[in-house]
C-alpha cells in the first residue's frame, strides 16, 4: 500500500494490522520528515519522497515473497517414535515426483508449446506488459537455455512455482515441456560440473526465506528428520545476499525469516544441482539450482543474533527416504510403469489422483490418436473407469461394452484383460444398484482369473473385493464378510503396508460391521482406512473423504455428536472440492453432515453401551469375541484360518442386530422430536452415498437365500446408518 504523508495518522492505524497488507509505502509531497514512522509501524517499509524510487523498493519484495512460496514439506509428531516420524514425507512428494518422472518420458511436441502459449495469452489478456512477454517467449524461446528462461524476469518462474506448491496438476501439465527442459538443462550442468572425474569436495550454499509461524513451528519439532522441497530450489554461493532475503521477510510480522545454510556432497545426491552463473538471465550473483524434490536432513536450528523472529536451519542434502513413502512410490512406480508408456501413464496417474476430469481429457485426445483396435480397446477401457468415477454410469456402460466387443474378437475367452473389463462393468452396475447384473460380472471376472493367477495374486484380491461390495449392498454380510476377509488377507501379504488398497480393504470390512449395527468394530477398522489415507493419498481425493465420512457416521452412532458432525464437514468440503458440481455423490455428503447434525440436536440416541453389547453376546454363543479376535488379527496382519474367516456367519449379524435395538430402546425423547428424526433417518437410509444403496424390495425377498431372509426381517426391528462405499479402480492389463 502506498499513502500519501499527508495521510499517515489517520489510515495507517486502521489498516496496518490487516492480513492482507504486507508492506506499507510512504510517499512525501512536501519534503517532510517521518524517519521515526518505521520505528513506530513495522509494516512501513520508509519514506520517499518520488514514485521511482518506490518501484525499485516494490522489485526487492516481489523476488522475496516468491522465495517465500517454495514449498516446504514437513510433518508434525504423533503416536509413533521421534526419529520415524521425523522421516515421513507428505503424500504430495510421492505423487508429484512420480508425475515428474512421467512427464520426463514424454515426447512434447511443438503443439505442446503453442498450447501453452495459447493459455498464456488468454491468462493474461488485457495485460500489454505479460502480453509482450509472451510473444518473446514464443519466438525466441528455442534461442535460449530453460536456466535463461526461468531465471528472466518473466512469469515462468512464479507460474511454475505455483503450480508445484499448489500441486495444480492442469498447470503442471501443461508446463510440462519447460520441466523437462529445464530438469535436462540442469542435469546436463551438474554431469559437466560434478563428474566422477571431477572434485567431490563438500560444498555449503544459502538460502534466504520467509515462512508463516505455523510452518516454522513445524520443521522445529522434527529436527534431524527429513525435510523436502517439491520444487526447483535455487540457493546462493554468497550467504550475506541469502541472508538479506531472510532478513527482510521477517520484517512481516506474521513472518518468521529463515536463512538456510545447506551443505552438499556431489557424489551423495540422486536430484541434480549445477552452477548457473553463466547461463542465468542475470549475470550478478553465484547461485547454485537444484532440480525438484531435494531431501535434506535438519541438522540443526538455531536464532541469530538471539532474535526469535530471525533463525538459521543447518540442512545436509541426503538420499535417506521416508521408508514408508519409498515403499510406496516404488510399489506405484511400477504398477504404472509395468501397463503403460507416455501420456497413458500419465493418465493412469491422474485417475489415483482423483483427477478425473483432466485425465478424461488426456484420454479423450488418445483415443483420437490411436491405430489400431488393440489400442482403442485400452483408450475405451480407461474412459469406462474415468465415467464410473465421475458418476456417469450409462457412459461407463458404453464405454466398457466396446472395450469388451473389440476384446472378444481377438482375446480367448478366458483371457485375463476380458476378467479386468468385467470387473470393472460389475463396478458400475453395482453403482446403479443393479446387484443381479453387477454379481454376475465380477463372478466372471473372479473365475476367469482363478484359471490363470496365482493363489495370492493383487488381481484376485480385487475380484474377492469387489464381490463382498456387492454382497455388503444384497445385506449378506457373511459372504461380504468372507470376501472381503480374502482380498485383505492377499492384500497384506502382496503391498506395502500403507498402500491405499489396504485401505479400502478396512474400509469396506468396516462398511459391512457398521451395516450389522456393530459400530465399535466398524469405528476401528474406518479409522484404520483414515489413518493410511492420509499418510499416502491427496488431501482432497475422494477415498480420503469417504474415510472422513464412515468415521463421521460411525461416530454418530456411538453418541460423539461433536466430532462426527466435524468428520462429515470435512468429508463433504472434500467432495466439493475434488468433484464435479453435479456429482450425485456430494448430495449424499449432504445428507449425511445434515443427518448427524439433527442427532445431535435432538439427541435421541443414547451414548454406545460397549459394554451392554459385550455382555449381551457373551450371554448367547461369544459371537462378538470371535468379531473383535478376527478384527484383532485383520489390523495386526495375523493370519486367519478358513474356519475362522467363515465363522462370521449369519446368526452372528442377528446377534448384534438384537443387541443394538435393545440399546436403541433406551432413547428417551419427545413423539415430536422422534417422528422427525425417524423421518430424515428413513429418508437417508433410503440411499447410500459414494454410491448409493438402495433397500431391497419385498417382492425380491422370495430371491434370497434362508439366511438373507432372517437378516431381512431383522431389518424391521434395528434400522442401519446410511452408508459411505470405497469405489475400488483395479488396475487392466494393457
Known amino acids: 500500500m502506498i499513502i500519501s504523508d499527508s495521510f499517515v495518522q489517520t489510515v495507517v492505524p486502521i489498516v496496518h494490522d490487516i492480513p492482507l497488507i504486507d508492506t506499507i509505502y510512504i510517499l512525501v509531497e512536501n519534503g517532510a520528515q517521518h524517519e521515526d514512522l518505521t520505528k513506530e509501524w513495522s509494516k512501513i517499509n520508509g519514506v520517499f519522497t518520488d514514485i521511482d524510487s518506490i518501484c525499485k523498493s516494490l522489485q526487492q519484495p516481489a523476488d522475496v515473497d516468491d522465495k517465500n512460496l517454495v514449498t516446504i514439506s514437513s510433518v508434525s509428531t504423533n503416536s509413533e517414535s521421534h526419529r520415524q516420524n521425523s522421516d515421513r514425507l507428505d503424500p504430495s512428494f510421492m505423487y508429484t515426483q512420480i508425475l515428474k518422472e512421467i512427464l520426463l518420458t514424454i515426447d ?18 488485457g495485460d500489454s506488459i505479460r502480453l509482450k512477454t509472451i510473444d518473446k517467449l514464443e519466438q525466441e524461446y528455442h534461442l535460449h537455455d530453460p536456466i535463461w528462461w526461468y531465471t528472466s524476469d518473466s512469469f515462468l518462474y512464479s507460474m511454475l512455482g505455483q503450480s508445484l506448491r499448489t500441486m495444480e496438476v492442469n498447470l503442471i501439465i501443461k508446463m510440462g515441456f519447460f520441466i523437462k527442459d529445464l530438469h535436462n538443462s540442469i542435469s546436463k550442468l551438474y554431469a559437466q560440473q560434478f563428474s566422477e572425474n571431477s572434485s567431490s569436495n563438500s560444498l555449503t550454499v544459502y538460502r534466504g526465506q520467509g515462512m508463516s509461524q505455523a510452518n516454522f513451528d513445524q520443521m522445529f519439532k522434527i529436527q534431524g528428520g527429513l525435510l523436502s522441497f517439491n520444487n526447483f530450489l535455487s540457493t546462493s554461493l554468497d550467504r550475506e545476499i541469502s541472508f538479506f532475503f531472510a532478513d527482510a ?7 518468521i525469516g529463515v536463512l538456510f545454510e545447506i551443505t552438499i556432497n556431489p557424489s551423495a545426491s540422486s536430484v541434480p544441482f549445477a552452477k548457473i552463473s553463466d547461463v542465468k538471465y542475470f549475470e550478478e550473483g553465484e547461485e547454485i539450482l537444484f532440480s525438484t524434490h531435494s531431501k535434506f536432513r535438519i541438522e540443526s536450528i538455531k536464532q541469530i543474533d538471539g532474535n526469535n523472529r530471525l533463525w538459521q536451519v543447518n540442512l545436509m542434502l541426503t538420499d535417506d527416504n521416508d521408508p514408508e513413502i519409498h515403499a510406496l512410490t516404488e510399489y506405484m512406480r511400477e504398477e504404472i510403469y509395468s501397463e503403460a508408456q507416455g501420456w497413458d501413464r500419465l493418465g493412469l496417474l491422474l485417475i489415483k489422483l482423483g483427477k478425473f476430469d483432466k485425465a478424461q481429457e ?3 485426445i488418445l483415443l483420437g490418436e490411436t491405430t489400431t483396435d488393440q489400442e482403442k480397446a485400452l483408450m475405451y477401457h480407461r474412459l469406462g473407469m474415468i465415467k464410473n468415477s465421475q458418476g456417469r454410469y450409462t457412459d461407463a456402460i458404453t464405454y466398457f461394452q466396446q472395450s469388451i466387443e473389440i476384446k472378444k474378437k481377438v482375446l480367448s475367452p478366458t483371457d485375463s484383460d476380458l476378467a479386468s473389463s468385467y470387473d470393472n462393468i460389475g463396478l458400475v452396475y453395482k453403482n446403479m444398484r443393479d446387484y443381479s447384473n ?37 445385506s449378506d454380510y457373511s459372504n461380504a464378510l468372507s470376501f472381503h476377509q480374502k482380498a485383505l488377507e492377499i492384500r497384506q501379504k502382496t503391498l506395502p503396508s500403507n498402500h491405499p488398497d489396504l485401505a479400502s480393504s478396512y474400509n469396506n470390512m468396516g462398511s459391512v460391521y457398521e451395516n450389522m449395527g456393530n459400530y465399535s468394530n466398524a469405528l476401528v477398522l474406518h479409522q484404520k482406512a483414515l489413518e493410511i489415507r492420509e499418510k499416502t493419498l491427496p488431501s482432497n481425493h475422494p477415498s480420503l473423504a469417504a474415510s472422513y465420512g464412515h468415521v463421521g457416521i460411525a461416530l454418530s452412532e456411538i453418541g460423539d455428536h461433536s466430532k462426527a458432525i466435524l468428520h ?12 464435479q458440481a453435479n456429482h450425485p455423490h456430494i448430495q449424499f455428503y449432504r445428507d449425511n453432515l445434515e443427518y448427524v447434525i439433527q442427532v445431535d440436536r435432538h439427541a435421541y440416541r443414547p451414548k454406545f453401551n460397549q459394554n451392554h453389547l459385550d455382555e449381551d453376546d457373551n450371554d448367547d454363543d461369544d459371537s462378538t469375541s470371535k468379531f473383535e479376535n478376527l478384527l484383532e488379527k485383520s489390523i495386526t496382519g495375523e493370519s486367519i484360518s478358513s474356519d475362522e474367516s467363515f465363522s462370521l456367519n449369519i446368526d452372528d449379524s442377528l446377534t448384534i442386530q438384537s443387541s443394538t435395538s435393545k440399546i436403541r430402546k433406551q432413547k428417551i425423547t419427545s413423539d415430536n422430536n422422534q417422528k422427525q428424526s425417524t423421518k430424515k433417518r428413513r429418508r437417508i437410509t433410503s440411499t447410500e452415498a459414494a454410491p448409493v444403496r438402495k433397500r431391497r424390495r419385498t417382492k425380491d425377498i422370495d430371491e434370497v437365500n434362508e439366511g438373507e431372509k432372517k437378516v431381512l426381517k431383522q431389518k424391521q426391528t434395528a434400522k442401519k446408518t446410511n452408508l459411505f462405499d470405497i469405489k475400488f479402480h483395479i488396475k487392466s492389463a494393457t
Open 108 to 125: 512434447f511436441e511443438e503443439k505442446h508449446f503453442n498450447q501453452f502459449i495459447s493459455y498464456c495469452r488468454e491468462l493474461y489478456q
Open 438 to 474: 453387477a454379481l454376475s460380472f465380477h463372478q466372471n471376472a473372479l473365475e476367469i482369473r482363478q484359471k490363470n493367477l496365482p493363489a495370492n495374486h493383487h488381481d484376485l484380491a480385487t475380484s474377492y473385493n469387489n464381490i463382498g461390495l456387492v454382497y455388503n449392498h444384497m
Open 568 to 579: 462429515c464437514e470435512r468429508a463433504l468440503k472434500m467432495v466439493e472440492d475434488s468433484l
Open 249 to 255: 521477510s521477517h520484517s512481516n510480522p506474521d513472518i
Open 362 to 364: 488426456v484420454y479423450d
